[in-house]
């Protein structure tokens, strides 16, 4: 592990060459993308990325790269180090920020892709109007380990539905992730239930989350109705274009309150399929505030409209039923 200076050891730093911020991003660029082919397909800036991660190594006297197949990827210092150089170039971007307040703002969100499409972007959307100069960057969440970003600081906000853990995450509840099942209003009869819905209309259904597919079968299971997906999906965006095609699709609220007046929510008394609901949590690094004042700023009022459209949802789906 890379140990911390003292100041006594801060003058040891500039006596010796390979220290720069050039050599810092690149080895930030190679550790996003995973390797040094990865993060560029040109033979040129492979050689020279290669080129300054040595010059790297040769000032730390250690290795930072180490060789994976016909990958060279990132050794467990060089990964530690360019956490910690993210960490720095994003202080020194706060300090710009502060001197130039009309400056472009970078703010990136992770989240799943139903969440970043039916929450995020529609957030977005309002929060521009306020902040003109936001430049949102929207990246797509690892589902085994979605705090994972905040730990590399490539995003300064994740939204997932398991509260993080790590004591240096902040996090708020923005609103509950409630699953309903909807079908288009042609096929359902005025007050059919779920089972004589889905015996007369094939089902779509979202495949890809793990562990989905079996809590919307097992719920059914339990209340005596055998589900068989007619179309399997891999995004809850897929589920939802089926509806407009003649599918039923158990779907997130608020991607069912987009569907408009040609889809419609069908009732689930007993919990025989829908209502699968946990809460949506959005964290983020609690030197946030301290490091970019303006981005977290932009972050308390996306989290604001986020709530709101929630809670919009939530009554939406309440009234089509």
């Not at 779920?194 to 079968?217: I, M, N, T, Y």
Request: proline residues 6%; glycine residues 8%.
């Amino acid at each position: 592990m890379i140990m911390s200076s003292t100041p006594d050891d801060l003058g040891e730093l500039f006596d010796r060459p390979g220290l720069s911020l050039e050599r810092l991003r690149s080895l930030v660029r190679v550790y996003d993308a995973g390797g040094i082919a990865a993060a560029t397909d040109s033979p040129s800036e492979q050689s020279q990325l290669s080129r300054q991660l040595g010059e790297l190594a040769q000032y730390l006297g250690l290795p930072v790269t180490r060789r994976q197949g016909r990958n060279v990827r990132l050794t467990e210092e060089g990964a530690e180090l360019a956490r910690l150089a993210r960490e720095f170039l994003r202080s020194v971007a706060g300090l710009r920020h502060r001197a130039s307040p009309d400056a472009p703002l970078g703010l990136t969100v992770a989240a799943g892709d139903s969440v970043l499409s039916g929450l995020v972007v529609p957030a977005i959307a309002r929060v521009l109007a306020a902040l003109p100069r936001l430049v949102p960057t929207l990246e797509a969440v690892p589902a085994e380990n979605p705090y994972e970003l905040l730990v590399s600081a490539r995003a300064h906000a994740v939204i997932a539905r398991e509260r993080p853990r790590r004591r240096e995450h902040e996090a708020q509840a923005i609103g509950e992730w409630d699953c309903r099942l909807y079908a288009p209003r042609a096929l359902v009869p005025r007050g059919a239930s779920a089972r004589e819905v889905l015996r007369a209309v094939p089902l779509a259904l979202q495949v890809s989350e793990v562990g989905f597919e079996r809590k919307v079968l097992h719920a059914a299971a339990a209340h005596g109705l055998a589900l068989r997906p007619a179309l399997r999906c891999e995004t809850f965006a897929q589920a939802r274009a089926a509806v407009a095609v003649g599918y039923a699709a158990v779907l997130p609220v608020l991607l069912g309150a987009t569907l408009g007046r040609d889809a419609v929510e069908v009732p689930t008394e007993g919990g025989e399929i829908g209502a699968h609901v946990a809460t949506l949590w959005l964290a983020h690094d609690k030197r946030l505030p301290a490091q970019l004042p303006r981005t977290h700023q932009a972050l308390v009022a996306l989290a604001s409209q986020m709530r709101h459209l929630t809670a919009e949802a939530a009554r939406a789906g309440g009234a089509r039923r």
